[in-house]
């Protein structure tokens, strides 16, 4: 698969500089001037159904589009208006979609490769995932505010439905290959989630940190784990979830029982390394990007019910040594990298402090009026005395 590929590089920080007289034509954009520099770190990443197309924009605010096949060209370089969190293809490979910062989702041509961006939708929430179903009919959009919006791409201003349940922010999004009405969620409550998008119903819900206890993994009591990665095999039938700093990947199945989806646990990898990233390839091959500059790429193969590293792969070691002079690149990009840092709830104990102050001027009164009673009664007996 990969043996026969030219290799491709990109690098953002060479890429054409945004023209300082040039502005995003939004009278909103409140942070134009304040993003105008960045540090060319990408930001989002997509490759299209037909892996044909690939897109990613940056913190300098690029929106770069390539074509991979027959060889790498870059079609177009745009702008958009604000940073970006998520971007995706649409089914039919004629637009991608953007999702920013400040929740909005804009829609870039492919076919006219340097049209400007088009609002589709906007949002009271920074979004953190976007996605579209199989038929190109809805957008998926997933925020900060727990929240999962399910927008008609013909009039995104209607609401078809609310995915609610999720405790923290929504950080993946995912619709399984050939299991086109429903949708993996994952959130930084540490559960993953199995829906009916359309109608917005639950189907299933898992606590990855109570999967880990049961399976007799070492875990941290206090913290959850940040699902920020869902991967889907191209028959649907397996699924990764990949956690923020965390270095295991719990596997699922998905099939079908009684005529209704069932996601069940499956196993558990535990890497050598922290993983970056993970995917399926075609052939079924589970690949994982590790946080290693000596062992960076490993291989996994389903074999006799479990998931086995493939260690001696020609196609591993051509794309390790490819790899390999490029790491530098990403250890710049792991050193900022927070993407949920700073995203998790934080909780103030009002009650307990009103309730110490509330004692603390109760024994301040009390102290005052029995030093004022000893004080009176000083002066009777100094009376009484004369």
Known sequence: ????????????????????????????NSDCCEEQNGTDKILAFTVSP?????????????????????????????????????????????QVLAADKSGDVYSYSVVEPQKEGELKMGHLSMLLAVTMSPDDRYIITADRDEKIRVSPLRCPYKIQSFCLGHQEFVSALLIPSGHSHCLLS??????????????????QSWDLKELEEKQGAEADKE????????????????IAVQCERV???????????????RLVPHSRITLPHFPLDVTFDPEG????LMDSSDTPLQIYTHREGSWQCHAQSPELNTVT??????????????????????????????????LQKKQQRLEE????????QKASSNKKSKKETA
């Open 223 to 238: 913290k959850k784990p940040t699902v920020c990665r869902i991967a889907s095999s191209q028959d649907g039938r397996h």
């Open 285 to 288: 091959q589970f690949w994982v």
């Open 247 to 261: 270095s295991t990947v719990q596997f699922f199945t998905l099939d079908q029982e009684k005529g209704r989806e």
């Open 321 to 354: 040594e490819a790899f390999k002079p490029h790491w530098e690149m990403v250890e710049a990009s792991k050193r900022t990298n927070n993407c949920f840092k700073h995203l998790h709830k934080v909780s103030f104990d009002n009650v307990t402090s009103y």
């Open 365 to 372: 009164q009390q102290l005052k009026r029995t030093m004022a």
């Open 1 to 28: 698969m990969f043996l026969h590929r030219e290799q491709f590089v990109f690098d953002c920080s060479t890429a054409e500089k945004k023209p300082k007289d040039t502005h995003p034509k939004d009278e909103n």
């Open 186 to 203: 994952g959130s930084g409550d540490g559960m993953v989630k199995l829906w009916e998008y359309e109608c917005g119903r639950r189907l």
């Open 50 to 94: 037909s892996g044909k197309l690939v897109a990613l924009t940056d913190d300098t605010k690029r929106l770069v589009l390539f074509q991979c096949e027959p060889s790498w060209q870059c079609i177009s370089l745009r702008w958009v208006v604000r940073r970006c969190t998520s971007l995706v293809f649409s089914q039919a490979e004629d």
